[in-house]
């Protein structure tokens, strides 16, 4: 029972990271492979803090995610004017570069042996709580002028530019609120795992959680929601498959790719309207 | 001589948007050559000419998507050239596309929504709060761009998605968004490419309505001669980057250079 709350504890951790890269890839349009780094920032900077410094957890938290904001500005403010490929290109080279920032700094965060007795802050309530209220921040975003703009500026920067919207800016606002999300993501982690490394926050991270976002539709919050629970929750569930985990990932994202290209989501939210015009139905069928 | 048949067409009204001097080189090619020429307040101006005579360029000059290599815009004496792009649209400089730009991944009322976004003054902190104040903005844009909609007669169509809907509709809604973000110029660019004769005449009355109904000024590239000389108070044609002519539809359609630019000139030989 432990074992479950633990792997369902990581997939929350995983859904607000998810959500991150939702917001800059999915709603954007902005391939960035760099967002696990936002990851291990919020993660490093918090648990160094306590450890080191013994700061409260409390103030560790927004100082972690400010850390992270700033990071997250150093990359995208001259990021956002390149080309899209180019983006994807200086995310990876900073992400990797973050990582090596850590390995290389081994006085400070313990390089590739990583930094171990972080005391254990969270727990499943608090992470499944922060991703309620993370999934509303995002859920709010999208509905609001930000997420029609972002949506614009993906299908069509000309026009979008031609229309009065201030591409760059609504860019850079997408990335910072992705990269403040992801650090919170990454505070979470370490003070739930008590123990973090370099090596957890790689671009395969960052591509995973891109791959999910694609799984679930990129048009669909809900889908990569679903498809988070579905690529991380189950292989933990079936421990049988674990080490196929890779195969199922790439077989899934062949199958979507060339039968679903949308997504299993497609451009599906799960609203409150939608459950209420269901219960409608099921009163009516019985 | 050009520019003398040229000052007769705005006599005695103010200019809103004024452009001087433009040129623009891609490469080898000249594909702007010095071209000045005014739109006043509530005009309606043609841009027409053969095809690669620089119409288009020269509204993506205008609207900065290229920068000029020479030359300068003024809407209402305010110099805009420079700019960037959205700070031009932002002073009321909206525009139509030739080839059909809508945004994909947002339905119809959404794609209106977009062009009025930026004049939204509420923050990240409303976003986030759920406040009453991004509530109240929002439905008064959607409103708003409901009563576009109605006005270019898409009414009914708001849920749809921009692909899906009929060519000639396609063009009422990149209208429709362009009107969203609150223009004291209009720039369409062949607005009646690809729509059959009737959807022509319908087009026309729908410019027509936009412009009375919110004084704008228009600015108007297009192929269909009835298009332009029904419209218009004063034509601009272009060849090769340069002014070939300007003035009214009547001095235009006797001008025998734009006849010879459009048509060629007459071989003796097929007389014979």
Redesign the interface.
Known sequence: MEYIFAVLTFTGITVIGVLGSYLVTGLTGLFSFGQAAFFSVGAYTSAMLVKNLDVPFLLAVPAAMAVGLLAGFLVGYPTVRLRRDYISLVTFGFGEAIIALLNNSANLTGGAMGLSGIPQYTNFAIVWGSVAICL??AV??K????G??C??L???E??????????NRIKL?TFL?AAAMTSYAGVLYAFYTTYVEPGAFGWIVSAEWIIIVFVGGI?SLTGSVFATLLLTGLPEMLRFASEWRIAVYCVIVLLIINYRPIGIFGEFELTLKWLRQLGKKGVKAS | MAAAVGEKGGQGIMSRLEAKHLSKAFGGVQAIDDFSFSVGERQIVGIIGPNGAGKTTAFNLL?G?YPLDQGQVFLDDEKISGL????I??KGL??T?QNI??????NVI??V???A????S?N?AD??L?SGR?RRR?NE?REMSRSFLALVGLAGYEEEKPENLPYGLQRKLELA??LA?NPKVLLLDEPAAGLNPSEVQDFIRLIRTVHEKFALSVLVIEHRMEVIMTLCANIYVLNFGKLLASGTPSEIQNNSEVTTAYIGEEDEACLL
Request: glycine content about 4%.
């Open positions: 509303a921040l709010g975003y509905h609001s002028k930000y029609r703009q949506l614009a993906r299908a069509d000309l026009a979008a530019k031609a229309m009065g919207i201030n591409v606002v609120f048009n | 609207t998507v960037p792009q959205y700070q649209t932002q909206a525009r596309f730009r809508l945004f994909k991944g947002l959404e794609n929504m977009t062009a976004d930026p004049y939204s509420y990240l976003v986030f759920y991004k929002e844009v968004r362009a973000s």
